[in-house]
């Protein structure tokens, strides 16, 4: 008869309380739980629900009222051969563009400025910031008056004949009072970063730099924007993001004019809702909400292949 094998028994389960440090971490998960469940719960039913129920309206012929019915991908289609599609589009890109570029160098410009040896900082400081805190749409009714008003009767007043006709009614450098408008508005916050990523940088760096010899385009060149480049990918990827869905400004410094030379896509979009093409601008805002997350994970993409550490 072979020998019985060993038998196997289970440790024995442990009766003593759980420790202090257990209990809170078991305390901590269900406050987790408890903060989390209910933002998930009202970004689900006011986010993403009515994401998909003007996707479904997208299909439809639905003008925000009456009856609709079933007509596949024809809004879509539609959108193609649309003029004023294209040109909101076309508007938009080049805006967010231009715009990224002249409020990352202002901002980065008047960072080193406000970070260098000068009096009254902290108060200039201050005085940037302002900006920041203001409505868009005062922002845009207050330069709206400068532009169409200030600025004409001062020319008249030089006898510069060219600046005597308000920039917001030519069609052609209208964009440009919006740009200007929108930068010195968004240039604060991206100041904020870069005075960040400057304060971080070590003294010793520079000093090292000055006994060597380096001058100041130097040490900019070879020290300050390299070990910048990170806050500088940061600012642009939430500028460019944040310049796309441009509304506020524009509606309240050109309302899209003249004509629709400064109609964005958020402005073409809300202003379908209100003029019976509810379904045909919902397959704009489907379309416009694709190609805004195809922007962000090819500006992710770009930040992981560089290995910029932010």
């Given amino acids: 008869m072979s020998a019985p094998a060993a038998i196997r028994t289970r440790p024995a389960r442990s009766t003593a309380p759980p420790s202090p440090a257990t209990a809170r971490r078991r305390r901590a998960d269900r406050t987790y739980y408890l903060m989390l469940v209910p933002a998930v719960l009202l970004f689900t039913v006011f986010i993403s629900l009515t994401g998909l129920v003007g996707m479904f309206y997208s299909l439809t012929n639905y003008a925000g009222f009456g009856d609709w019915k079933f007509i596949g991908l024809r809004n879509y289609t539609s959108m193609l051969g649309d003029p004023r599609i294209l040109e909101s589009y076309g508007f938009t890109i080049w805006f967010a563009v231009v715009t990224t570029v002249v409020v990352n160098a202002v901002a980065l410009l008047l960072a080193i400025g406000l970070n260098g040896r000068i009096k009254w900082k902290t108060g ?31 020319a008249t007043q030089l006898g510069w004949t060219a600046g005597q006709s308000s920039i917001l009614a030519n ?35 520079y000093e090292a730099a000055e006994l060597d010899g380096a001058g100041g385009w130097r040490r900019f060149r070879s020290i300050t924007f390299p070990l910048l480049i990170g806050y500088v990918v940061i600012n642009t990827i939430l500028g460019f993001k944040g310049f796309l869905n441009a509304y506020d400004i524009i509606v309240g410094l050109t309302n899209g004019g003249p004509g629709t030379a400064t109609m964005s896509v958020a402005m073409t979009i809300f202003s379908g809702f209100d003029g019976g093409e509810y ?31 932010l």
């Avoid at 203001?134 to 004409?152: K, M």
């Avoid at 190609?291 to 770009?302: H, I, M, N, Y």
């Fill in 124 to 154: 200039l400081r201050g005085i940037y910031f302002i900006p920041m805190v203001i409505s868009g749409i005062v922002i845009a009714y207050v330069f709206n008056y400068l532009f169409s008003t200030a600025a004409p009767a001062l």
């Fill in 171 to 205: 069609e052609n450098w209208a964009w440009v009072a919006v740009v200007i408008v929108t930068a010195w508005q968004a240039t604060p916050s991206a100041l904020i970063i870069y005075l960040a990523g400057l304060m971080a940088i070590p003294k010793e760096v």
């Fill in 279 to 309: 379904a045909f601008q919902m397959a704009n805002a489907v379309v416009f909400f694709v190609f805004t997350v195809a922007v962000s994970l090819l500006q992710l993409l770009f930040v992981r292949n560089r290995e910029v550490n």
